[in-house]
């Protein structure tokens, strides 16, 4: 049992901004009972709160293709699964699909997909170019897998502000547990280098309770997100998708994910931190708790309905609720009792407010 005394320095040592050992963040992770947890996402949500105020950004999600050349073992969209029925949208539906959002007042894009060899950088950067003239003043987030660096240099230079790219695990042999050889933790580190150094909004993040996942390697991604400081971090529970190698495997836990954000909050007091759309598929208003842990940003979809029933990352995923962009009204107004205002400006990573003295 973690001593409260030991337990409470090393949430100190996190507040302080303190760089925490292989140690601390094991008796963070081995201390957590429910009082403790409970109090740290009190503490996260007040760190959010004077970073950003009570405000929680969205971003439209628009799931583009589900095509994919990889065959991560977890995922649903995985070449390898020949029961999905695939689409890509066209050119024509992603700016319809924006421009709706605009409407709605979404004013951040997120371009969501699988590794599809048809969407070319030259056809990606056609797209950019041309979503950010019609919408200069929204942010555009790219979610397309590892390309190599000039490839990313030509999406930047395009105008894409933002890329998302989990890290998925930090560890060399989990990684290794979770994908086919061909990929590997090396090159997917190589491209977040790439994708920050490139002046991307850049998002790390990984899945909580993956198979093969420890105590051990959770400390492995605590410790690449402080050193890596990404600005942007996804963190959903593991949820097994029935014809992917995983499907007999056991969902990741959600309070677990909870404490997870709050500790991310506490490290990173700064980053943009989804309640995910797999935390709000594994529990019953999963997003709304997301967010009273920390968390400050929602992604509802934006997709065309065929493109949301076959984006199926995992089993029931959400598509027709709260989550889906028709459903920002409910939104808003859950969030709205929690005590919190859905922004409506980009809600661009800001690590100069004033307001923020720890
Ligand atoms: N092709 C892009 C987008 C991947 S999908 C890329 O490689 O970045 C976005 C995220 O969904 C993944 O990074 C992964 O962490 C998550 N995901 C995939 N399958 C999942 C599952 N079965 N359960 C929970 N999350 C999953």
Redesign the pocket.
């Known amino acids: 049992m973690v001593e409260d005394k030991v337990f409470a320095g090393c949430v100190k040592a996190l507040k302080e901004g303190e760089e925490l050992s292989r140690e601390q963040w094991r008796v963070l992770l081995e201390g957590r009972t429910r009082e403790r947890q409970d109090w740290l996402a009190r503490e996260a949500s007040a760190v959010r709160d004077r970073v950003y105020g009570k405000r929680v950004f969205i971003r439209g999600l628009i799931e583009f293709t589900n095509y994919?050349k990889?065959n991560?073992y977890?995922?649903?969209?995985r070449r390898g699964n020949s029961c999905v029925k695939r689409f890509r949208l066209t050119e024509e539906e992603i700016f319809s699909c924006c421009r709706m959002g605009y409407d709605l007042g979404f004013r951040t894009f997120v371009l969501?997909?699988?590794?599809d060899l048809y969407f070319t950088v030259d056809r990606l950067e056609k797209l950019v170019r041309g979503i950010k003239e019609e919408f200069p003043q929204c942010a555009l987030t790219l979610?397309?897998?590892?390309m190599g660096r000039e490839d990313y240099r030509r999406l930047r230079e395009a105008g894409a502000d933002r890329y998302?790219?989990?890290h998925?695990t930090a560890n060399r042999k989990h990684y290794a547990r979770l994908h086919p050889p061909e990929l590997s933790l090396g090159h997917r580190m190589e491209c977040l280098m790439s994708l920050k150094e490139l002046g991307f909004q850049t998002g790390a993040?990984?899945?909580v309770g993956?198979p093969g996942q420890t105590a051990e390697n959770l400390i492995d991604d605590l410790l690449f997100l402080a050193e890596f400081q990404p600005e942007m971090v996804?963190i959903?529970?593991?949820?097994?998708?029935k014809d992917?190698p995983?499907g007999d495997k056991a969902?990741?836990d959600v309070r677990l994910t909870l404490y997870l954000l709050s500790l991310v909050r506490l490290l990173l007091p700064y980053v943009l931190l989804p309640a995910?759309t797999?935390l709000g598929?594994a529990a019953n208003r999963g997003r709304e708790a997301g967010i009273c842990a920390g968390a400050n940003v929602v992604m509802p979809n934006l997709s065309p309905k065929r493109a949301r029933e076959n984006y199926q990352?995992?089993?029931n995923k959400l598509f027709t609720g709260k989550e889906a962009a028709e459903g920002l009204e409910a939104l808003k107004e859950s969030l709205g009792a929690l005590g919190y205002l859905v922004a409506v400006d980009r809600g661009d990573y800001c690590k100069s407010i004033e307001s923020f003295k720890s």
């Open positions: 994919c990889n991560c977890y995922c649903g969209i969501q997909g699988g590794e979610s397309v897998g590892e998302l790219l989990r998925e993040g990984f899945m993956s996804g959903g529970p593991f949820i097994p998708h992917t995983f969902e990741g995910t797999a598929t990352l995992y089993d």
